[in-house]
Every structure is written in structure tokens, then in C-alpha cells.
């Protein structure tokens, strides 16, 4: 007897957000390459990192480019970020969620709470603390990629960053990289497997219970 196919499902939003340093880039990258998630890649104005290659951390563009995505409504989410712009395509978002695929994100608190205002239903939010201040400005200045003064300005904003933990979903404190990534991936298994994103779930139950055993 041939199996009933399993029932269609939409695509889940996968936000991970967390001040600079905390750990949310690694843990993305992780996700990305091990459990089947489509990367939602931001466009930004800031300049390009030297460990950076565009269209795969960020597509680079220009600031007239980001403002005419803007207008034209192209962007599902925008913000300003210590003086640049990011944002998110819309057109590639929504054709993975309609192809029941899973996208994760890499953004800030403020464009999380651009998507969850347009698209609720769709959305898993996830904040990534660190286990304290001194460890994260350590992180950064290892990392070794901003002057001073931009990591001093980078701290100053993640105390207005951390300050919005309590609008997510979960939250996580990354004291141990492999112990916050399996955290995370319990979370997108579980809600992976929720009733409301199975679309075609009442067929397949029909399905079932229409079945004729011999």
C-alpha cells in the first residue's frame, strides 16, 4: 500500500538577534550549514569587513540603493545601525516561506519587531546575551576588526540592545558556544513540528482516517 505523503507545510522565520560580539554571527553560520535553513542575507551601507565577502555575510550597496529599496517597499524590515542602514530583501523571503522552506536571520532588535508586527504567525524570535559586559567587550576587541572607538561605541549600544530581551520568544545566554547552538536547535525542532504551520495537515489527517485497512 503506497504511504500518504506527508502534508505540505509553510516556512518558519528564524530570527537570532544579540548585541555585536555576542555570538549570534557564529551561531547562524552554524545553523545555516547543519539543519537545512535558508539565510536571509541583509543588504547594508556600512562598509565591508576584510573577513567579509559580499552577498554572502551582507550584499554591500550604496546609500541611494537602500533608500530607493525603502520606497519601493522592497525591504520586509530596515533599520539604522550605529550610522548605517541594513535591511531585509522581501521577494526572496517570502517565495522560500511559500516553498515550506525554513529562513533564518542574523538582525537586529528593530527589524525583529518590524517582521513580527507584519508576519507574527510566521516568526521564532531568539536573543543571544552574554554572559557578562567584560566578556563582551573581550569578544570584540579579539575579534580584532573595529578601531577602538567603534568598539566603545559598539558597547554602549548593547546595553539599549539587551535591553530588549523580554520582546522575544527565547532567550539565551551564549556561555558556551555548542551548549547555546543546541539550545537553538532544539527550539527550531519544536517549532518546526507545530500544528499551525502543517498547511496541509487536515488532508492528511482526512487521509488517514478515510483509510480502509484489509
Known amino acids: 500500500m503506497a504511504e500518504v505523503a506527508r502534508p505540505a507545510r509553510r516556512g518558519l522565520m528564524l530570527i537570532l538577534s544579540s548585541p555585536s560580539g555576542a555570538g549570534k554571527s557564529t551561531l547562524t553560520r552554524n545553523l545555516k550549514t547543519e539543519n537545512n535553513l535558508d539565510l536571509s542575507v541583509s543588504v547594508t551601507t556600512r562598509a565591508k569587513r576584510p573577513s567579509e565577502i559580499d552577498g554572502v555575510h551582507y550584499r554591500f550597496i550604496d546609500r541611494p540603493t537602500f533608500d530607493q529599496m525603502k520606497q519601493h517597499n522592497d525591504l520586509l524590515e530596515w533599520a539604522e545601525v550605529h550610522g548605517n542602514g541594513y535591511g531585509t530583501p522581501r521577494k526572496e523571503v517570502e517565495a522560500s516561506l511559500a516553498a515550506g522552506r525554513d529562513v533564518l536571520f542574523d538582525i537586529d532588535w528593530q527589524g525583529t519587531q518590524q517582521i513580527v508586527a507584519k508576519a507574527r504567525a510566521d516568526v521564532v524570535t531568539i536573543f543571544i546575551l552574554p554572559p557578562s559586559m567584560a566578556e563582551l567587550r573581550s569578544r570584540l576587541v579579539r575579534r580584532a576588526e573595529d ?6 561605541k559598539r558597547l554602549g549600544n548593547a546595553r539599549d540592545e539587551i535591553a530588549r530581551w ?8 551564549n556561555d558556551d558556544l555548542q551548549a547555546a547552538y543546541e539550545s537553538v536547535k532544539a527550539i527550531l525542532t519544536a517549532e518546526r513540528l507545530k500544528r499551525e504551520r502543517a498547511t496541509g495537515l487536515s488532508e492528511f489527517v482526512n487521509g488517514l482516517l478515510s483509510e480502509q485497512l484489509p
Do not use: E, G, Q, S
Request: charged share 20%; aromatic share 14%.
Open 147 to 152: 578601531a577602538p572607538d567603534v568598539i566603545a
Open 166 to 173: 523580554n520582546k522575544y520568544d527565547y532567550v539565551i545566554i
